[in-house]
């Protein structure tokens, strides 16, 4: 398994502003990904962080909204731009074993006002 | 287009009661399929997949390629499994595809 830590765990933001989450694991790991979880609704994903070159983003997210950076095997950091209420959301940073299963950690809550 | 369906949003069982929580799927591939749970004020975690075919908790889930299904199933539900059940399709390496969740509510 992996232990995965999050800062900050929560945060209320002016919109226009910018945030950066860290992400942080406690041995390497090749895949790390970036969640979001809306109110109310389901976890999806945002992008993955790739070691060494440009994240992949998934549909509906590009990267000068939500820059990533994977400078290691064992760091992330997920930054959220020009940020609007509609960016009030749980982001979650989730890593891979080598294997199929996904371990998470505990979420930045982030309100914008 | 993968995707995975969990149509109850909230379940709501006495305890001591069976409880199915029901997840559907769409994928071309060979699917590979988690019950992700969250407690209350806790980081979503692993409660059981289908390859492992484990039981975790009293916890059993079938996959049915037939029908395309992975419920997860409880004989009997207990006080402390009340919290958000997260059905998820495995896309890549640690990449996940996760229905929207059914809140399960157990009561006295």
């Known amino acids: 398994s992996a232990v995965i830590s999050q800062k900050p765990s929560r945060d209320i933001c002016q919109r226009g502003t910018s945030l950066t989450i860290q992400c942080q694991v406690d041995s390497q790991v090749t895949m790390m990904f970036w969640y979001r979880q809306q109110p109310g609704q389901s976890l999806t994903l945002i992008a993955t962080a790739n070691q060494g070159s440009e994240a992949t983003y998934e549909s509906g997210f590009v990267i000068d909204k939500f820059p990533i950076s994977r400078p290691n095997l064992t760091f992330s950091t997920l930054t959220v731009s020009n940020m609007s209420p509609e960016d009030s959301s749980i982001y979650l940073c989730?890593?891979?074993?080598?294997?199929?299963?996904?371990?998470f950690g505990q979420g930045t809550r982030l309100t914008v006002v | 287009a993968q995707r995975v369906t969990q149509p109850e949003k909230l379940l709501s069982v006495f305890k001591g009661a069976p409880v199915e929580l029901k997840c559907n799927y769409s994928y071309s591939g060979s699917p590979e399929l988690f019950w992700y749970v969250q407690y209350s004020r806790q980081r979503l975690q692993l409660l059981l997949r289908h390859i492992s075919r484990e039981s975790i908790k009293g916890f059993t889930a079938d996959l049915n390629k037939g029908e395309t299904s992975f419920h997860l199933k409880k004989p009997f539900a207990q006080e402390e499994d009340s919290a958000m059940y997260y059905c998820?399709?495995?896309?890549?390496?640690?990449?996940?595809?996760f229905g929207a969740g059914t809140q399960v509510v157990v009561t006295p």
């Open positions: 998820a399709l495995s896309l890549s390496w640690g990449k996940l595809q």
């Open positions: 989730s890593v891979g074993n080598g294997d199929t299963e996904a371990f």
